[in-house]
């Protein structure tokens, strides 16, 4: 749509520089919206995708990321997840798939999406994992495992929904009106602090709340407010 391409130019312009998507995201058109609008790519800009929603045996991966190619209108895509392992087929052999790509210069680096620390580490035992993609908020902490398993090795956590919270927690309500800020960056701002290798994605279509998330980086949390938010 003409107005996504100008609000995905719009974005980039304001700072930013990681953009997800997903082979299944609205049939398609994310990707297309976005090779559309990118194409070249910007220099600093890393956009990830996503195969194997539905089904990840090696030749689905590969038919799903040639597809992906094209939409976004890219020789290589700078980081291609895993969007969740596959009950009918091994992590092994989808990572694999995508070992394979990597080494045909299709995919730089390799993510996995929606594991848990075993399926994390047995995919590493496969190829060399760059970021894991999980959802992670301040109401949704069960992948804290991963979260700190990532720190130690120097992977990429890249929280999906991460400004999922509670409106009403009082301590978060308390902590954004001493800031001036809104809860929506108090939660972003635990994030960034919760662990060094941590990159939220939150999705908007709104250039205002873009820059108001790109401005939770510049958010400080006292090391008491990290605990009243349950660090």
Same mark, same amino acid.
């Given at each position: 749509?003409?107005?996504?391409?100008?609000?995905?130019?719009?974005?980039?312009?304001?700072?930013?520089?990681?953009?997800?998507?997903?082979?299944?995201?609205?049939?398609?058109?994310?990707?297309?919206?976005?090779?559309?609008?990118?194409?070249?790519?910007?220099?600093?800009?890393?956009?990830?995708?996503?195969?194997?929603?539905?089904?990840?045996?090696?030749?689905?991966?590969?038919?799903?990321?040639?597809?992906?190619?094209?939409?976004?209108?890219?020789?290589?895509? %700078? @980081?291609?997840? /895993?969007?969740?392992?596959?009950?009918?087929?091994? *992590?092994? =052999?989808?990572? &694999? +798939?995508?070992?394979?790509?990597?080494?045909?210069?299709?995919?730089?680096?390799?993510?996995?999406?929606?594991?848990?620390?075993?399926?994390?580490?047995?995919?590493?035992?496969?190829?060399?994992?760059?970021?894991?993609?999980?959802?992670?908020?301040?109401?949704?902490?069960?992948?804290?495992?991963?979260?700190?398993?990532?720190?130690?090795?120097?992977?990429?956590?890249?929280?999906?929904? %991460? @400004?999922?919270? /509670?409106?009403?927690?009082?301590?978060?309500?308390? *902590?954004? =009106?001493?800031? &001036? +800020?809104?809860?929506?960056?108090?939660?972003?701002?635990?994030?960034?602090?919760?662990?060094?290798?941590?990159?939220?994605?939150?999705?908007?279509?709104?250039?205002?709340?873009?820059?108001?998330?790109?401005?939770?980086?510049?958010?400080?949390?006292?090391?008491?407010?990290?605990?009243?938010?349950?660090?």
């Amino acid at each position: 749509m003409p107005e996504n391409v100008a609000f995905l130019r719009e974005a980039v312009g304001a700072g930013l520089r990681l953009i997800d998507t997903a082979y299944t995201y609205r049939g398609g058109d994310s990707e297309g919206t976005i090779g559309a609008a990118l194409s070249p790519l910007p220099d600093g800009v890393v956009v990830a995708t996503k195969g194997g929603w539905d089904g990840a045996k090696p030749e689905t991966l590969r038919a799903e990321l040639e597809e992906s190619l094209r939409r976004l209108r890219l020789e290589a895509i %700078p @980081l291609y997840y /895993l969007h969740r392992p596959d009950p009918a087929t091994p *992590i092994e =052999e989808s990572v &694999g +798939a995508l070992a394979e790509l990597q080494a045909e210069g299709k995919i730089r680096d390799v993510g996995v999406s929606n594991v848990d620390l075993d399926g994390l580490e047995r995919a590493r035992e496969v190829v060399t994992v760059a970021a894991v993609q999980n959802h992670y908020s301040l109401v949704e902490r069960e992948s804290d495992d991963v979260v700190d398993h990532c720190a130690r090795e120097g992977i990429a956590f890249v929280p999906y929904f %991460p @400004l999922r919270h /509670l409106d009403d927690d009082g301590a978060l309500v308390e *902590i954004a =009106e001493r800031h &001036g +800020a809104t809860t929506s960056q108090v939660a972003l701002a635990w994030l960034l602090q919760r662990s060094p290798v941590m990159h939220p994605i939150p999705g908007t279509l709104s250039l205002e709340h873009l820059r108001e998330n790109l401005a939770a980086e510049r958010l400080e949390l006292s090391d008491d407010e990290l605990a009243a938010l349950g660090a």
